[in-house]
């Protein structure tokens, strides 16, 4: 018979066993950690009606969305978890209580053009927070402790958590009579990092055609860096010059004042005035993340502020604020870099039990008991000869082997031998569970992040 | 501005949070069930190329596949999770050790009628083990231990795994030279439950052809009934007149040989010779579920043993084992039909904390010091009067409501409000916690079935 290669299209993540339990660590520590802040888990369908899905219009990401009919039907595959949020709790705002708080992690698509670590199919795990005509900045003033708890749980040790507020932004540039070319002043202010503060000076007045003395103010203003007190204070220069300016400055105020008590070191916060986001919809806090000793990567968490969620299905105002991790390109980019730990256990048992007579009743039993205290447990019941299952443990990293053979039988115990030390001992299956578990109890909690 | 309606798609399962939690729940107890019994996740593309995904030819569900074209590419979205394994495994196969057991939870999408419990998209929830070549028997006397502690951890009381072997029957048919009318009378024997055995009879002799003493004997056979020991002695006296059918016999008496071992109560388990499951690739061990007590629910979870998985895309010789749970339809009629429990915490968060002054620093400390001891934490925030906060936290049936007051910050301690008894009481954040982990100890683990 003509065999079909059995490819995997590109742009698409499919990861062999190894890597793969790593990347559900990673979905476990996001569920765990979103949920410990009161947020519920929400699924929605991937197929939405084309209608519906691309209420906004698409803009740029219109060509990339896979559309298709079926039937009658002219369907669309999701390409974030936003607009399909606002269409739940537009459809559903009867049944929701405000706040509503949900967490989503779940694949998105978008036909980009194929390129290394670009991907068509990728999963993005989002959190927002949704109010019913307010919100309160309380919300926002939290987010920076949840996206601290995400990736500290996760391992990351050295990453900065970047924030910003468009009021600032849009009332600095108000009341520098610059709102109309706010858009592109901070386009060109976005590339200091890349080319410098020099060459974006030149860029304001040659392209952004601003005044020099104007594009001075502009990059004197983006140069205010340092602790959050001396951040806010050069700040407080600026107030009473435009109320949507002194709001801004307000609400960011409020964030900093409660990063303590929400347990968030200020070693990984740090106001940034340069942060601007590039939708046009967040209109309070922003946020980015970035991994400091990778800055090349980008940001690997964002989000902020937005006044009004579900404006093309429903009039009621609903604001929010939400950010959102693109796990499957921050797993890409942290595999690349060599960045996750070898600590997890990613074998598919805790215990691999070998049965070297013909009847396996009780290597059967003794797996049973493993199973039952909790000891992810495989039976290996091939006619193998010992070399050969012994390598298959090998292969897959197992952290024990249980032997049962006609000693062990007439003894009623098992032998476990631990295959990082090599050592061997015969003992009951009951106690095996717990030697075993003690001894993996550090690696089951390991980080999945070096 | 004009809205559009934000529906979703007939077909499509959308919960609401509350049920959403019981869905959660089901799929954590799956995935930590199939865990325990050494199967590794996987998670392969929802999209496909078309060629690969339909290399076996649609058959019936040709019409169903959601197929549509992307700039030069052909693509389907996956119909089940078994032909992307096939794919996966033979792609894969140098990097994979065999036998190789992987479980898949994945939505799957079938263009089926719109019909009230038919959905379009639906979760699978799947395991296989593969063996290269071979796989020893063993492994399908392992399937019924680990649908048993599926179900039995669901919390599922009443159920009975239906197990028989489709060499048995083919031998059978063979022994009686009706090997060529086998689809037809297995597919007329199907009916014994619906319609009883004089009609099936009747089915047999007139529209099968079958000689009144052919259908007799396929009748005789079906009605042997009784615990294992019994319809294996009954089998016995087939012995010797068909290999297949004695190879059989053997498998069988294999399986119900170590249940015991496997932990798996005989109650629980029945050799059922009618079972022969549609698929005609299962050669060895065949597997139905059923609800005892919702026998019009059908099979809830079956499978069964296949000898060559992958043979569109590969030469190799790849046996297997497995079976698969329709999770989306599974829920669907839990739901229907009142089965999930209340007992399980629906609410997005275990305790609510109620900031009741101005500044919120020791509400937010004490939010902080609950989640870092586990409980699942949410900060009101919102400037509402007292009533309209209770009766969020009321709607949303949060366990514990936490008070922060000016009494209890001069204090230094948070009130506990358990909104089950109405009782309130003062304690440091830290006692709060324990007490709460405590109260709700029982509550998280809880089963999801009634």
New interface residues.
């Given amino acids: 018979?003509a065999?079909?290669?059995?490819?995997?299209?590109s742009g698409?993540?499919?990861?062999?066993?190894e890597p793969?339990?790593k990347?559900?660590k990673m979905m476990s520590v996001l569920r765990d950690t979103y949920?410990?802040?009161?947020?519920?888990?929400?699924?929605?369908?991937?197929?939405?009606?084309a209608?519906?899905l691309l209420?906004k219009g698409g803009g740029d990401t219109e060509k990339q969305i896979?559309r298709?009919?079926?039937?009658d039907?002219d369907?669309a595959l999701r390409f974030d978890l936003t607009v399909p949020l606002?269409?739940?709790v537009?459809?559903?705002y009867a049944?929701?209580?405000f706040?509503f708080?949900?967490y989503q992690i779940g694949?998105v698509?978008r036909?980009e053009r194929a390129q290394r670590g670009r991907f068509?199919?990728f999963y993005q795990a989002d959190i927002d927070i949704i109010?019913d005509g307010?919100?309160?900045?309380?919300?926002e003033?939290?987010i920076p402790?949840i996206i601290y708890?995400t990736f500290s749980t996760l391992g990351l040790k050295k990453f900065k958590i970047r924030v910003n507020n468009r009021k600032i932004l849009n009332g600095f540039y108000a009341m520098n009579g610059m709102s109309e070319k706010a858009g592109d002043i901070m386009r060109t202010v976005d590339k200091l990092d890349k080319i410098g503060s020099e060459k974006v000076r030149q860029l304001l007045i040659d392209e952004v055609k601003m005044f020099p003395c104007k594009a001075d103010n502009v990059l004197d203003f983006m140069a205010i860096k340092g602790d959050n007190a001396y951040v806010l204070a050069s700040l407080e220069r600026y107030r009473g010059m435009d109320e949507t300016f002194d709001k801004g400055l307000d609400e960011l105020a409020t964030v900093a004042?409660?990063l303590a008590?929400?347990?968030v070191p200020e070693e990984n916060f740090a106001i940034d005035l340069t942060i601007a986001r590039g939708l046009d919809y967040y209109t309070g806090t922003v946020y980015e993340t970035e991994m400091t000793e990778h800055p090349e990567i980008g940001s690997v968490c964002s989000g902020g502020r937005y006044d009004n969620l579900?404006?093309?299905?429903?009039?009621k105002q609903l604001p929010g604020v939400g950010i959102s991790i693109g796990l499957t390109r921050l797993f890409y980019v942290l595999e690349e870099q060599g960045l996750l730990s070898d600590d997890i256990i990613t074998a598919?048992?805790d215990a691999?039990v070998l049965p070297m007579t013909e009847d396996?009743?009780?290597a059967?039993?003794a797996a049973?008991e493993l199973?039952?205290n909790?000891?992810?447990?495989?039976?290996?019941?091939?006619?193998k000869k010992f070399k050969a299952k012994m390598s298959?443990a090998d292969?897959?990293s197992v952290p024990f082997v249980i032997l049962v053979g006609e000693d062990e039988i007439a003894e009623n115990v098992v032998s476990v031998k631990d295959m990082t030390s090599g050592k061997q001992e015969k003992m009951s299956a009951a106690a095996a569970a717990d030697y075993i578990n003690q001894a993996l109890s550090q690696r089951r909690n390991a980080p999945v992040i070096k």
Avoid: W
């Fill in positions: 018979m065999k079909i290669s059995p490819r995997t299209l698409f993540m499919e990861l062999l066993p793969q339990m990347m559900e949920s410990l802040y009161g947020f519920t888990p929400l699924d929605t369908p991937v197929i939405e009606s209608q519906v209420a896979y298709f009919t079926k039937g039907s369907l606002a269409k739940y537009a459809g559903h049944d929701l209580s706040p708080r949900r694949k698509y036909g068509r199919e109010g307010k919100l309160d900045i309380i919300n003033a939290e402790a708890k004042k409660y008590d929400f347990g579900a404006e093309y299905y429903t009039d598919p048992c691999l396996m009743g009780f059967v039993a049973t199973r039952a909790g000891v992810r447990t495989q039976l290996y019941g091939e006619k298959y292969k897959l």
